[in-house]
């Protein structure tokens, strides 16, 4: 009964009595949220276009926010380094294009997921090799990132949103648009839309497949680096950051690997999920459950909806 | 063709079959004896391929009765389809590809061999003598379809008229009573039809199997069977011996289109 | 030239049915295993026992236990490193709880709880596959490394929060804990991951191997022809996780000595995977070989260019191990994606006929 009570009446007592802790959870939730959804677009992109699992995706962004911070260290002024590591995205995305993906084409998707898992190591030795090892921090004042917090006086208590989380937020929101508007209205993107829909088609009407992985790996890392930017500069910037980054393969699930909306609910579901979760019903596990909440969420879902939330329902045929 | 007996094997009533609204079999009943060659023939797109499925279980008819062996069934599912006797192979080869064409028929033995992880994992007494019996047997099969130059062969790299050969020598090994066979000779040539044509006879003459083909080749198919059902759309508009059912007008309309 | 079967027929399936068919392959094992047994424990010294052999053999044997579950039955799993955990703890509560029972026992039964934990976490894989499951695999990973941390009953509440290894005999030599030598740590290792290697390898050779790789290649044709999935997936989950914990058993008893729960982290999941990969997807043999090469890669990192007076610092090897894992793993998918153990394969196919090319 104690423990009915503990896990079913307690934690919603808690969050009825102190609302505005409540809502500061959801929010930490929600911001954490977004930057798995930013992870798992870039990786919707690849997978949509050229029907690669793209395990490097958290690694990217890693990487790419190594990269910025690494060259700001070395001197680079930072505005330059943002465009330096810009421009290191689309080197690393012609390499991946023409190193791996090319001699692998038709390959068994498991396969091409293995690839992807050699370019996850290749990345972190690479640039903890060029780099050094040691966490670094985000250059938040050199890129005019704002500082500090705002505090709500709401809900009877007190609610802090952090300058930088509404920052990322709104970014976030930015990206999400403007990759929408690239895909509606540009003959680029209206291009990658019919290789999603059908590879022999597009070949036939005269589009080439490898700029098209170009085109999308290169997004999809230049959205990796905007996300390693915000998430860099709440903690650090270190390949410590892989184990967070996996988070962004539950919420691909949640939404289904084609689907960008998927991919902001289901990283948002998942953000506010295991931070309520963490904060109410960890103490009883003696905290901690962060690192594994989310993939039981995925888990228990799949089970339930195999093909995630806005997925298509797979028919088998033979 | 004779050695069809009366008994009746297979017994399908009514059966109808939709996917989300689109429907693909309506009200079909027919039967198949003991001991026939039954093909099924229709255009494209007739639900052919789909009654397969439904007889073995693969999709579930919304309507409609399956009696096999004299039970009526609501619900199986494909393996047990098989442990009751029923074979299959598939229009587009559903080999194990990164197998060798011995493994692949040897997977057909799989339901007839009992020895546990325990003998298997020591691979000597028991399992080996029973690895052996089933060895021979397959490699009976292996003759029967003039195969024995392919044994170790990873099928993935067979040309597509061997492959065909190897998923029939899968479905023979399962000793099955019933062998549904879905265009077993799509794509070949004259020579590979006939030795084709010849291993389905001989199934059913030395081994006592029953068979239901799907067959677009219309000579062969009169040649072989000895009833022929005809869907068009996901109807039945003939069922009757092949010399009836090649002068039955619906059935010529179907082929060559209304107004010849 | 030597590698010739001419003149060797076989008479008999059960000879075609021999796992090393070939007179000469007969022959190699032989000479492998006498080196094995009798030279290296003879000649070799503690580093070539401690540093390489030990650790090369268990990392092999946790890599048959993936290979049987990834390789052969197609389920992409990620928790490895977590099963091996299981293991280790298991061995370590039945061997304080009844330290008068010999520890091998002890080591074997591991597996069996490993096996349970594995079949719990496999159940979802009815209704997912593929990738989704790969991320099942990192809920048990996850979750797993979790539970070994939160739950000081696993160490007997010790101070250290890790795993100490007790002392244990074996006929009255002690085979674990500091006074046990490397030659008896390296020779019960050998043995126990020799005899599980035959084991598995007859596993694969036969029905159930067969069954494994029909629902990896197709599964519904595997269904067709009378086989269930669940069980089959089930199995696979149950012999692939007794053969991981078992190695993880191994690992903190006869190898590290003592063990935290970080030693069961992700990159242990991800080095037994890239094991295979390289080794070979679907060969038993393949996991000796990949192996090989990830375990020696680097120590021989840090010990070639020591040689020739550039040592390289020990950060930078491991930067270069990642590296280097990465670009293999590439190399290797593209130029033969079942791994080193298909190039063997080739080699011998080749020698066989040499000179002529078919």
Redesign the interface.
């Known amino acids: 009964m104690d423990l009915f009570h503990a896990i079913f009446v307690d934690p919603f007592a808690q969050m009825i009595s102190a609302p505005d802790l409540l809502a500061q959870t959801v929010w930490e939730g929600f911001v954490a949220g977004i930057l798995y959804a930013l992870i798992a677009l870039g990786f919707v992109l690849i997978y949509k276009a050229s029907g690669v699992?793209n395990f490097a995706q958290g690694i990217m962004m890693v990487f790419a926010a190594l990269t910025l911070v690494g060259l700001n260290e070395k001197g680079v002024p930072a505005w330059i380094a943002l465009a330096l590591s810009v421009a290191v995205m689309y080197g690393l995305a012609v390499a991946i294009e023409r190193?791996?993906l090319r001699?692998?084409v038709n390959?068994p998707?498991?396969?091409l997921?293995?690839?992807t898992?050699?370019?996850?190591?290749?990345?972190?030795?690479?640039g903890?090799?060029v780099f050094g090892?040691s966490p670094k921090s985000m250059i938040t004042k050199q890129l005019y990132l704002p500082e500090g917090a705002i505090n709500l006086h709401v809900l009877g208590g007190q609610v802090q949103l952090q300058k930088l989380d509404i920052a990322a937020a709104v970014i976030a929101m930015l990206m999400v648009a403007g990759l929408a508007l690239f895909f509606q209205k540009t003959r680029i993107g209206r291009a990658l839309r019919a290789v999603a829909d059908d590879h022999q088609a597009a070949l036939s009407v005269g589009i080439s497949l490898n700029q098209i992985w170009v085109i999308v790996w290169f997004t999809a890392g230049v959205v990796a680096l905007a996300t390693g930017i915000f998430w860099g500069a709440r903690s650090d910037v270190s390949f410590a950051l892989q184990?967070v980054s996996?988070k962004a393969?539950?919420v691909?699930?949640l939404g289904g690997?084609t689907s960008v909306p998927g991919a902001i609910v289901g990283g948002l579901i998942i953000g506010i999920g295991e931070k309520l979760g963490e904060f109410y019903w960890g103490p009883l596990?003696?905290g901690?459950?962060e690192?594994?909440l989310a993939?039981?969420i995925?888990?228990v879902f799949?089970?339930f909806r195999?093909q995630g939330l806005f997925g298509e329902k797979i028919?088998?045929r033979? | 063709m004779t050695g069809a007996s009366d008994e009746i094997l297979l017994d399908v009533e009514n059966v109808s079959l939709s996917?989300g609204g689109v429907r693909a079999i309506t009200d079909v009943s027919f039967d198949i004896r003991r001991g026939e060659i039954r093909a099924i023939i229709g255009p494209n797109g007739a639900g052919k391929t789909s009654m397969l499925?439904v007889i073995n279980g693969?999709y579930h008819p919304q309507e409609g009765r399956i009696t096999y062996r004299g039970r009526t069934r609501a619900r199986m599912k494909p393996h047990e389809a098989a442990r009751q006797g029923v074979a299959r192979t598939?229009q587009?080869v559903?080999l194990f590809k990164g197998m060798t064409t011995l493994d692949n028929i040897m997977t057909g033995r799989s339901l007839r061999m009992k020895r546990g992880l325990f003998w298997q994992a020591l691979r000597h007494g028991p399992a080996l003598a029973e690895e052996i019996e089933h060895r021979r047997v397959c490699e009976e099969i292996i003759d029967f379809l003039e195969i024995e130059h392919i044994r170790r062969t990873p099928v993935g790299a067979l040309p597509y008229g061997l492959q065909k050969r190897v998923e029939l020598g899968r479905a023979l090994a399962m000793e099955p009573e019933l062998l549904l066979l879905d265009e077993p000779m799509a794509g070949m040539n004259l020579e590979e039809k006939e030795d084709m044509s010849r291993f389905i006879v001989e199934a059913k003459l030395q081994r006592g199997m029953t068979v239901a083909l799907i067959e677009h080749d219309i000579g062969v198919v009169m040649d072989l069977s000895d009833r022929v059902l005809v869907l068009e759309y996901g109807r039945r508009i003939a069922d009757d011996v092949p010399d009836v059912v090649k002068a039955d007008p619906k059935v010529i309309d179907a082929y060559l289109g209304v107004g010849h | 030239m030597f590698y010739r079967e001419a003149g060797q027929y076989k008479t008999t399936y059960a000879a075609d049915m021999a796992i090393f068919p070939i007179r000469q392959d007969r022959w190699g094992l032989a000479l492998i295993l006498f080196v094995a047994f009798v030279v290296i424990p003879t000649f070799g010294g503690p580093f070539l026992l401690n540093t390489m052999m030990i650790p090369f053999l268990v990392l092999s044997l946790a890599a048959i236990g993936l290979n049987l579950l990834t390789g052969y039955t197609?389920l992409?799993s990620l928790g490895t490193g977590a099963f091996m955990g299981v293991g280790a703890y298991a061995c370590y509560k039945l061997a304080t709880w009844f330290p008068q029972v010999n520890i091998l026992v002890w080591i074997v039964a591991s597996g069996f709880v490993s096996a349970a934990v594995g079949v719990l976490f496999g159940l979802?894989s009815l209704?997912?596959k593929?990738?989704?499951l790969?991320?099942?695999t990192?809920?048990a990973q996850?979750?797993l490394?979790?539970g070994f941390?939160?739950a000081p009953w696993l160490v007997n509440y010790n101070d250290s929060g890790a795993i100490e290894v007790p002392r244990a005999t074996l006929f009255g030599v002690p085979v674990t804990g500091p006074s046990a030598t490397p030659v008896t740590r390296y020779l019960v290792v050998l043995t126990l991951v020799s005899i599980m290697a035959w084991l598995a390898s007859n596993i694969v050779h036969g029905r159930i191997g067969r069954i494994w790789m029909a629902v990896r290649d197709m599964d519904?044709?595997a269904q067709l022809i009378g086989i269930r999935l669940l069980n089959a997936k089930l199995l696979a989950f149950a012999v692939s996780s007794f053969t991981v914990g078992v190695a993880g058993a191994l690992m903190v008893f006869l190898w590290l000595g003592a063990a935290e729960p970080e030693a069961f982290n992700?990159n242990l999941s991800?080095e037994i995977?890239?094991i295979i990969?390289i080794g070979g997807l679907g060969s038993i043999v393949g996991a000796f070989f990949g192996a090989t090469i990830m375990h020696l890669m680097p120590i021989a990192l840090r010990a070639l260019p020591a040689m020739i007076g550039l040592p390289i610092e020990a950060?930078?090897v491991?930067?270069?191990?990642?590296?280097?894992?990465?670009?293999?793993?590439?190399v290797v998918?593209?130029a033969e994606?079942h791994g080193l153990a298909r190039l063997w394969q080739t080699a011998k196919q080749k020698l066989r006929v040499w000179p002529f090319p078919y």
């Open positions: 699992f190193l791996v001699p692998l390959q998707d498991i396969i997921l293995m690839a898992l050699g370019i996850t190591y290749f990345l972190i030795g690479f903890e090799l090892g184990v996996l393969l539950p691909l699930i690997l596990l003696g901690g459950i690192s594994w993939y039981m995925a888990l799949l089970l195999p028919i088998e033979i | 996917f499925n693969f598939f587009n559903a | 197609g992409l979802p209704r997912i593929g990738f989704y790969a991320v099942a990192l809920a996850f979750f490394q979790w941390a939160r519904i044709a992700i991800f995977l890239f990969i950060a930078r491991e930067q270069l191990t990642f590296m280097i894992t990465g670009i293999l793993i590439i998918l593209i994606p």
